[in-house]
């Protein structure tokens, strides 16, 4: 089994602005490196569904096996990641989300506004899309429900 490569989108005008830091994208890379995956430097793009599909449709078309789109997932104006995410997933994880939805629970009341939906891209393969709030509690909260179970995503792909 070759390594598997992940990209983190960050979803965030304040993060491209320079008026808050990308904690939550590094903690996202800090998160996964372990797990033995290849993780691009994460890539900021304004908020709205036209940055977000263009940034995920270049992951996904340069053959990323682990997309994670941090923000967007709220539900103000610009926060359509989740309605981005949908045109491309086609085998939704709902226990995963639901997963995650509870741990983010047992952290914070707020968890229940996230949006985020999460999915493989084929149904028997292609890329998990991750979507997560743009918190580094909630990244935690995330990819410590699905890191440890990647290798059981991945078994689908028969690697």
Do not use: W
Not at 51 to 80: E, F, Q, S, Y
Not at 93 to 115: D, H, I, M, N
């Amino acid at each position: 089994m070759s390594q598997r490569k992940a990209q983190i989108i960050v979803s965030s005008d304040r993060i491209l602005s320079g008026e808050k830091p990308n904690r939550a994208g590094e903690k996202a890379v800090e998160i996964l490196r372990p797990h033995d995956i290849d993780v691009a430097p994460p890539s900021i793009v304004p908020e709205g569904y036209t940055p977000v599909d263009d940034a995920l449709r270049t992951a996904l078309d340069t053959g990323t096996d682990i997309v994670v789109v941090i923000g967007g997932t709220g539900i103000g104006a610009t926060n359509l990641t989740p309605e981005v995410t949908e045109r491309y997933i086609k085998a939704r994880l709902y226990g995963l989300e639901t997963q995650v939805l509870l741990r983010g629970l047992g952290s914070s009341p707020k968890a229940g506004l996230s949006r985020g939906i999460i999915g493989m891209t084929d149904h028997g393969g292609g890329s998990l899309i991750i979507n997560c709030a743009s918190s580094t509690g909630a990244v935690a909260d995330a990819l410590g429900v699905i890191a440890p179970l990647l290798a059981d995503v991945f078994r689908s792909r028969g690697e």
